[in-house]
């Protein structure tokens, strides 16, 4: 069964995993865990729960903003006019053993669930206001 974790250098496998994109590769062996704690970005992993120190594919979110005054004059109507806040998904990426099997389609799903959730959350705190 795939699960979704937030990544823990005690758990997961970060030195082999590959997905044939050094960059994203490097990202997560060496940037991962210090732009977590830095808390610039959430790195979230797809496990197998049977072996769980494997990395399946991975993304990062860190927080963005919206320009209003790029978008379309239709949409700048229906929006504030100050920078709107968002989710930017910086990295995704899946396992070379693991690619065609839909685990990016999965992991982009995950990561919008990760971000209604955050709205949701942000709209309990703001009512408590």
């Known amino acids: 069964m795939f699960e979704e974790h937030s990544l823990d250098a005690a758990i997961h496998d970060r030195k ?44 990062s979110l860190s927080a963005a903003q919206v320009d209003v ?15 709107v806040p968002c989710f930017r998904m910086s990295r995704l990426a ?4 693991h690619q065609g099997k839909g685990i990016g389609r999965l992991l982009i799903g995950c990561s919008a669930e990760r971000c209604l959730e955050a709205k949701k959350t942000y ?4 009512a408590y206001r």
């Open 16 to 59: 082999n995993f590959s997905c044939g994109d050094p960059p994203l590769d490097d990202y997560l062996k060496q940037f991962a865990i210090q732009q977590t704690k830095k808390g610039v970005a959430i790195v979230r992993v797809l496990i197998d729960t049977k072996r769980p120190e494997e990395i399946l594919g991975y993304y």
């Open 69 to 83: 005054s790029a978008l379309s004059e239709t949409l700048r109507k229906k929006l504030p006019r100050y920078p």
């Open 94 to 97: 899946c396992s070379k053993n």
């Open 123 to 126: 709209r309990r705190v703001c």
